[in-house]
């Protein structure tokens, strides 16, 4: 799904992504975890093309992603910054439907799937996203990766801001979703073992161990080790 070859982005002296190789499967639920600075939100928008590399390539279904061919496929939401605050939720789904060439009925529909996540009333409220808390603002923007079932889902640091609760349920939610490639920054390491199939360790801008918890489970506790 998503090859990465000779990668490298320099901020400064110190810093540097450097990844020589890298592969994302297809049909996997993939998490890159790491502490605070390891990369891991730079290597996801390098992915996106939000930033630009200074050697290497990305390619995405075997296509540069500088063509943005990928576009049409991948659903994103890294940060707040990908909504828009004076729109009310339905407002800002309905902008993301005709991005998507989706008939927002049908994305209405599908919402309602997701009502034990985010409860659909909201979408009938005059409220606008800025008047949201950090949690359902995070919930709005993870949905608008969902509704649209993408071949390729990118989430950075999902379950920050949500209550345990809707941690566990959105674990479930990637879990469940067979038909996508998920790929999810995260410092949550408790959930990682139950949601993800494979699990690359990031730190100091490279990545430094891969952990396919999909056929071997103990692999978590190797996993576990790096932050103890």
Request: aromatic share 12%; net charge positive; proline share 3%.
């Amino acid at each position: 799904m998503i090859e990465i070859e000779q990668l490298k982005k320099s901020f400064s002296m110190d810093f540097e992504i450097n990844i020589p190789n890298l592969f994302l499967p297809k049909g996997k639920n993939i998490a890159i975890i790491g502490n605070n600075g390891a990369g891991k939100t730079t290597l996801l928008e390098l992915i996106l093309d939000l930033k630009k590399s200074d050697e290497g390539r990305i390619l995405i279904n075997a296509d540069d992603n500088k063509k943005f061919i990928w576009k049409k496929i991948t659903s994103s939401y890294l940060d707040e910054q990908f909504l828009i605050h004076f729109y009310t939720p339905k407002e800002y789904m309905k902008f993301c439907s005709v991005f998507y060439n989706q008939d927002f009925n049908l994305t209405l529909t599908r919402l309602k799937k997701y009502d034990d996540f985010f409860n659909f009333k909201y979408f009938n409220e005059k409220k606008l996203i800025r008047d949201y808390s950090k949690g359902n603002k995070q919930k709005i923007g993870i949905l608008s990766t969902l509704v649209f079932e993408s071949k390729l889902v990118i989430l950075d640091e999902p379950f920050s801001h949500l209550d345990p609760g809707s941690k566990l349920l959105l674990g479930k939610i990637l879990k469940e979703n067979k038909s996508t490639t998920n790929i999810v920054s995260t410092h949550n390491i408790g959930i990682i073992s139950k949601t993800f199939d494979l699990v690359f360790l990031m730190d100091q801008g490279k990545i430094i161990g891969t952990f396919d918890l999909e056929n071997n489970p103990k692999n978590t506790e190797q996993l576990y080790n790096f932050f103890r």
